[in-house]
């Protein structure tokens, strides 16, 4: 079974020793310059199958003076292979509907259609071969056997089952791992109570969802007279949006639930997400799982590698996947990586020590800092008093940038007055300025008067672009 082969084979029935921590001890401990020469030949593989299958990569690579009997480093694959775009894939599905010019099987071939919501312009289409799936499959179960779970365990899946793949690919995951898979869903009205009661009454070895809804179902488990550590999971692990690997809200989960908590994602195209995971021994942070998905994080601008210890946007390039094999795909997120020998697990891959920082476009300038919402986040889920939820209203007045959040304060901050909010407030105002270094407005708003969410939490609302419309209208430009 740990024959690297391309296109990948499975094995249904392997299961690893149950005495190894590894579910491939040879590919997941072996010495790291090994791997890279490993990796250059599936590369080689990669490229040649999508070359002769793809209309889309033929074309780009031509353009680009790239044919894959070029590659003969990894140092070739940054310098001649140019990075796909989410642009790329729009226009190439709309070129050639209903998949792209970048499917590589017979459209007779599609086991399941993903795709993206489409909320923010056209969506786009996932086409998933039989064999593909099975490598979803398989993925998703190595790397949950390395989080400890277990044939037998029972693994509760609360994130939506529509277009979105996580949810999939966690339950196929599950499945794989020949765990008891409990696909619970999310996003119906009063779910979140129904969760905490299945939960209570099941006690799953492990959950799967995002940080946001993990939270509020602790808030809501509480109201419910349950206690999240009496569920007694093992483990949560986590995709979706930033946070598992930001310590204030990693910390702040592990002591709610009493359990381990894990930080897995990548994007959607690349299914299986996470080539980016925790294991266990490893807790913080997420492992780049290179011999599932290459993954190269580069300059923003130049998309070329970066050295460890620095800053980056991942490049994604699937290894084992053959229907839309995406191959150098730029994330367009932040990051940090590192590879310092072994990890405690013993696996030797480089890691991503805080995780996903957030999207770079989702980063915004207050009068030139640069600032992410997750360090906001951050920042409230460590002080005391935090009622669960919160918006970041950016505006502008005048020529001047305005930082505003509006927090809730918890219970008991309410119940003692008027005195004991005014220091939340000031708290939170001076716990953002040292983190942020700009003057920030803090709103208290009553508990639960905010909406919450059982899926990507979305917290960010930037009036800029509306005053600047309300400008241009009255000076007629």
């Not at 003076?65 to 990075?83: A, M, N, R, Y």
């Not at 919501?117 to 179960?141: E, L, M, Y």
């Amino acid at each position: 079974m740990e024959d690297w082969s391309f296109p990948p084979k499975f094995n249904p029935d392997y299961l690893p020793d149950p005495s190894s921590p590894y579910w491939f001890p040879k590919r997941e401990t072996m010495d790291p310059g090994e791997r890279e020469k490993a990796i250059l030949e599936r590369l080689k593989d990669v490229t040649r199958y999508a070359y002769a299958k793809s209309p889309f990569y033929k074309k780009k690579w031509d353009d680009a003076g790239f044919h894959p009997d070029h590659l003969k480093s990894l140092e070739d694959f940054e310098d001649k292979v140019p990075v796909v775009t989410k642009k790329d894939l729009r226009e190439a599905q709309a070129r050639a509907p209903k998949f792209g010019d970048y499917l590589c099987i017979p459209e007779s071939e599609i086991h399941h259609i993903h795709g993206t919501s489409g909320t923010t312009g056209t969506p786009t289409v996932f086409a998933i071969s039989r064999n593909d799936w099975d490598a979803i499959a398989n993925a998703h179960a190595r790397i949950m056997y390395g989080m400890g779970l277990r044939p037998g365990d029972m693994i509760f899946v609360a994130a939506i089952f529509s277009l979105y793949l996580g949810s999939w690919g966690a339950l196929i995951g599950a499945e794989r791992l020949r765990a008891k898979a409990f696909p619970f869903g999310a996003g119906a009205a009063g779910m979140s109570a129904r969760a905490a009661q299945w939960l209570d009454q099941m006690k799953p070895t492990a959950f799967y969802g995002t940080p946001s809804f993990a939270l509020h179902l602790a808030e809501v488990a509480h109201e419910e007279g349950l206690d999240p550590r009496n569920f007694g999971l093992k483990c949560l692990f986590f995709s979706g949006e930033p946070g598992a690997s930001i310590p204030g809200i990693r910390d702040k989960i592990k002591d709610l639930y009493g359990s381990q908590v894990y930080d897995s994602g990548s994007m959607a195209e690349m299914s299986p997400w996470m080539n980016c995971a925790g294991s266990e021994g490893t807790p913080e942070g997420m492992l780049l799982w290179q011999d599932i998905v290459y993954t190269e994080v580069c300059d923003p601008e130049k998309f070329r590698r970066v050295p460890y210890g620095e800053k980056g946007t991942p490049v994604y390039t699937h290894l084992e996947r053959t229907s839309q094999p995406m191959i150098r795909l730029l994330s367009g997120d932040l990051t940090e990586w590192r590879y310092d020998g072994p990890a405690p697990c013993g696996r030797t891959y480089p890691h991503l020590p805080n995780g996903i920082f957030g999207r770079i476009d989702d980063q915004f300038t207050i009068r030139g800092e640069n600032i992410y919402p997750s360090e906001i986040d951050a920042v409230l889920n460590k002080t005391d008093g935090y009622g669960g939820e919160h918006r970041i209203i950016v505006s502008r007045a005048g020529t001047m940038d305005e930082l505003l959040v509006r927090v809730e304060a918890d219970t008991q901050v309410h119940e003692r007055g008027e005195k004991a909010l005014a220091d939340f407030q000031n708290t939170v105002a001076a716990n953002l300025q040292r983190v942020l270094g700009v003057r920030t407005k803090v709103e208290v708003v009553p508990l639960n008067s905010i909406p919450r969410t059982d899926f990507k939490a979305r917290r960010v609302i930037d009036d800029r672009e509306v005053f600047q419309e309300m400008q241009n209208k009255m000076t007629g430009s």
